[in-house]
């Protein structure tokens, strides 16, 4: 029992630490930056936009090369659902999201593509190889170009950092105290889940699409319904089209990389279901370009119908 209770708590301190240690990173990082006259724009297309993919992405890495494949996929699949249908779901309850044309017509469906193209990779080889993990990160160079290019249209947030009045020292001692942080609850979060997978005598696919996805994507969900309540909801609907981008070309390019990536066959519904949600995202947009309440509750249902099926799978 005390085995029990020690790896819950390792579980909960794991998403602690992987949650404030991407907030420290991305803040104290910024800041210098800044400071070095680093524009705004680089800073947020850059190390806010992957702050907070950061949880998955330390999980993912800490999983691969632990052998836990199974968490490594689930996590990256499961947070790219649970981001669109759950977290922009209850996001659309609070106040109406809307979504630029460029973004409707660009980047929604560039992560329809990208998916599809995971899916193809994981198929033809069974895994993500070393070779196919380098595409998936040009590809993803590719499109922080267009980013780039795009310039202007980028979204920033306008509130005053938190951090402008602190040293140099402060700023780079929270930032490596951020890395740190996230390292740690990766390893915490990747040995509890997988304790608890053979406790339960589940998958480390099942642990993975939902308990370490839900976890890892708290940052997104913190970041989604605070700019909804404040009233920026276009930085809601960014963050989580970005965050999904990142985790399949960045995360599992980089993780193929370091090590191939198996996928299992029943991966092939999961990676089809976060496509389908691409899908739904899309078509709940139509002609108003936004998300509503009723948005909300169609997708927040296809989430509930696709978690049954887990719990029955």
């Not at 329809?112 to 070779?131: E, P, S």
């Not at 499109?143 to 602190?166: I, P, Q, V």
Request: hydrophobic share 55%; glycine share 8%; with cysteine.
């Amino acid at each position: 029992m005390m085995t029990h209770v020690l790896n819950f708590a390792l579980l909960i301190l794991g998403f602690v630490f992987l949650v404030k240690g991407a907030d420290w990173f991305v803040d104290g990082v910024s800041e210098i930056a800044e400071r070095f006259g680093i524009p705004q724009l680089v800073i947020g297309l850059t190390i806010v936009a992957m702050g907070t993919s950061l949880p998955e992405a330390a999980v993912s890495l800490t999983s691969a090369i632990d052998g836990y494949t199974g968490i490594t996929f689930g996590n990256v699949v499961g947070s790219n659902i649970l981001n669109i249908l759950l977290i922009l779901g209850v996001t659309s309850l609070i106040a109406n999201v809307p979504v630029k044309e460029s973004t409707f017509r660009v980047e929604i469906p560039f992560v329809f593509i990208i998916t599809i193209l995971l899916l193809v990779m994981g198929y033809t080889d069974a895994k993500v190889t070393r070779v196919e993990g380098i595409i998936l990160l040009v590809i993803f160079a590719a499109f922080m170009f267009y980013l780039f290019k795009r310039g202007g249209e980028a979204d920033e947030e306008d509130e005053e950092a938190k951090w402008k009045d602190k040293s140099m020292l402060f700023l780079f001692a929270a930032s490596l105290i951020g890395i740190a942080a996230i390292k740690f609850g990766a390893d915490f979060v990747v040995d509890s889940a997988s304790y608890f997978a053979e406790l339960m005598g589940v998958s480390d696919r099942i642990i993975g699409l939902t308990v370490v996805a839900f976890g890892t994507s708290l940052p997104e969900l913190v970041t989604s319904a605070t700019a909804a309540v404040k009233g920026k909801t276009d930085i809601a609907i960014g963050n989580i089209v970005g965050s999904d981008i990142f985790n399949i070309l960045f995360i599992v390019g980089l993780t193929g990389i370091v090590t191939p990536v198996t996928f299992a066959n029943k991966f092939i519904i999961d990676t089809l279901v976060a496509a389908a949600s691409v899908v739904i995202l899309w078509l709940c947009l139509g002609r108003d370009r936004k998300l509503d309440k009723s948005s909300g509750v169609i997708m927040l249902v296809s989430y509930a119908a696709y978690f049954i099926y887990l719990l029955m799978g």
